[in-house]
């Protein structure tokens, strides 16, 4: 068992599947306490459970993010726990396309809700235990435990992309969040960077026609992106392929780790090469 992560207590949004759920094991695996949290309470639960199963340390806190009192909810299901939170990752989210001159207000203010101020108000909430708790440290003449934010973004976010102004402007934003967490928590040695994903196959990214849909605040939201697109993006790609979960999750650990303990404020692309 590697001990890259030993003992430290790992957040991780939208672990019920896809990208967080690869993330929940990846990290686990790596010595982490991981609490994993997702709006659908049966998949997320099942990911914990054969973490625990196969000999990791693991719970999951289902909720939906975007319900303002649950991330505080979140964070102290975590501490009443484990008593400690070293790692945030920011990965929960859906898409909800539409061209920018038809999109409604609902459909714009819903991907900021999920993409940005659902992470923001996680950051808030996780202050007392990562920015209030360094300077605690630091105050007491002792060096700062581990702690790390990692905020997940999308080449749709730092290029632009058709049919997603509102899932855009929201991936982009979590760039600018990014930057000022890291320059405000800098001083209390708590790192945060933004790992940004190309086409990673997922729900998110399946076939308009199979990719199924998310019911969140009372809408049914078809997922997925058109088959030709999907193919397009795929020729766009560099290394010829899209990624897997468990890549994506690897890069998410990569800058959670101390191997990038010197690094803040800064957006990994793990795109096989797509947008450069
Ligand atoms: N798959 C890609 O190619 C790709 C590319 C760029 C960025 N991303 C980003 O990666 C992240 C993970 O996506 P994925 O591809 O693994 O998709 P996914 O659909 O497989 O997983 C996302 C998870 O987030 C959960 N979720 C959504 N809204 C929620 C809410 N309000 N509260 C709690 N949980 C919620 C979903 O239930 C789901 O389990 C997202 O932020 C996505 O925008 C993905």
Redesign the pocket.
Known sequence: MSSLMDGQVVII?????????AAGRLFAKHGAKVVL????AG??GDVAAEIRASGGDAISVP????APEFPRELVENTIEKYGQLNVLVN?????WDGMAHKMSDKQWQAMLD??LT?PFRLIQAAAPYMRDAAKREMDEGRAPEPRCIVN?????GLHGNIGQAN?AAA?MGIVGLTKTIAKEWGSFGIRCNAV??????????QDKTTAGA?E?AGETIQ?GIPGHIRDLSKMAIPLGR?GT?EE?AGALLMVASPLAAYVTGHTLEATGGLGI
Do not use: C, Q, W
């Open positions: 949004t939208g672990s019920g599947r896809g990208i967080g759920a949290t997702d709006i659908d998949p997320v909720g939906d993010l975007t990965n929960a989210g859906y898409t999920v993409h659902a997940v973004s999308s080449t749709s899932y991936k940004a994903f190309g086409m990673i196959e997922t729900r998110l990214t998310i969140v997922l899209s979960p994506a």
